[in-house]
């Protein structure tokens, strides 16, 4: 197990779609064991192959990092359906410190494959569903200053130029 070097935005790798994981192979188990090791360590309730340099379609999910775990691992997930939009804050280990109200589904229906390779289909609500749409995003090259308003977005970005520049990104 191993704790792997989260990304910042502005590394281009976090704007790159991802490509299909063909094969459950032991290294792809390997980084999957990583990437929950890493979440857990930040703490996090997700992280994305993309966040860790890999442009992979894998994700990692555990809404309760600081109870009993219960993690999620999904290979090429994709958000069939959803349903009723709410606003949440939500933060993002690629924009440390950085929270911004996001609106999402409440409910989706996804579509992944776990690791042992059996495809899985699953209705999840609440923190949850925010959960799966913003590590979803993460494989598409999305992220979540994307769902802002042109204004807010710019001044979002002018903050982490300034930290940029004080070396404090
Ligand atoms: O992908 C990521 O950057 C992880 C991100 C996921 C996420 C946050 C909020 C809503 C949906 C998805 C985070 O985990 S940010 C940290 C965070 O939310 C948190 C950390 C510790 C305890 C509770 C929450
Ligand atoms: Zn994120």
């Not at 910042?8 to 792809?28: F, H, M, N, S």
């Not at 494959?113 to 959960?131: P, Q, S």
Request: hydrophobic share 40%; net charge positive.
């Amino acid at each position: 197990m191993a704790i792997l070097k989260i990304v910042k935005y502005g590394d281009p790798v976090l704007r790159k779609k991802t490509a299909p994981v063909t094969e459950i192979t032991d290294d792809i188990i390997q980084l999957a064991e990583d990437m929950l090791e890493t979440m857990y360590a930040a703490p996090g309730v997700g992280l994305a192959g993309p966040q860790v340099g890999v442009s992979l379609q894998i994700c990692v999910i555990d809404v309760v990092p600081e109870g009993k775990r219960n993690p999620i691992v999904l290979i090429n997930p994709k958000v069939l359906s959803g349903e009723d939009k709410v606003e949440l804050e939500e933060g993002c280990l690629s924009f440390p410190k950085i929270y911004e109200k996001v609106k999402r589904w409440n409910k989706v229906r996804v579509e992944y494959v776990d690791l042992k390779g059996d495809l899985k289909e699953v209705e999840v609500e609440g923190f949850l569903a925010k959960a799966f749409q913003h590590e979803i995003d993460h494989l598409n090259g999305k992220v979540f200053i994307d769902y802002l308003p042109d204004w807010k977005r710019k001044l979002v970005e002018k903050e982490i130029r300034r930290r940029k520049k004080g070396k404090n990104w």
